[in-house]
């Protein structure tokens, strides 16, 4: 081979793009509050990978290399998700609406799996006692549902994380 770290870099491109549909896929909302089993899947599966990306190579070199191109990788895919509309729309999660002037859209809530409680949960820490009295409630990209009031003098800067999907990853 003519260059002996082509099989690394093409196998660490490989994995990273993988891992970036399963996240996907699979929901990366629910990184945005990590519990102890959610750290040991992610180790996990750093783990599981790594001989995907370095095969028999574990020089430091090669270690290095794969590394090397993951954040080159990283770098261009957020670069390229800037300027390319349309691959940030595949790639990139967007913020979604779950309330608009106290109407709560059923589709979007189920779709998402956001339930009446969390919801709720989310307008007492916003210093709402009722779902009419949100202007709106976004789900955001990083997994936080923001709240407007319809009381622009009760406006407050708190973010509800969700927790309801960790349950589920506990459990396993």
């Keep these: 081979m003519a260059f002996p770290y082509l099989d690394i870099i093409i196998r660490s491109v490989a994995v990273y793009f993988f891992m970036t549909i399963a996240l996907r896929i699979f929901g990366k909302k629910e990184l ?50 800037k300027r390319f509309k349309t691959l940030g729309d595949l790639l990139l999660d967007k913020p979604e609406i779950l309330i608009h002037d106290g109407i709560l859209d059923f589709k979007t809530l189920s779709r998402l799996d956001v339930s009446h409680e969390e919801l709720k949960e989310a307008a007492r820490e916003h210093g709402l006692e009722h779902l009419t009295d949100i202007k709106l409630a976004m789900l955001e990209i990083d997994g936080t549902i923001s709240i407007i009031s319809k009381d622009q003098k009760q406006l407050k800067q708190t973010h509800y994380k969700r927790k309801h999907n960790h349950k589920n990853l506990q459990k396993l």
Excluded at 36 to 65: C, E, F, K, R
Excluded at 71 to 80: G, P
């Design 32 to 81: 945005s509050q990590l519990n102890t089993a959610d750290i040991i899947l992610i180790l996990l599966i750093s783990n599981s990978v790594q001989n995907a990306m370095v095969g028999p190579d574990t020089s430091l070199i090669g270690g290095l290399i794969a590394a090397l191109v993951l954040f080159s990788i990283n770098f261009a895919v957020k670069k390229l998700t």
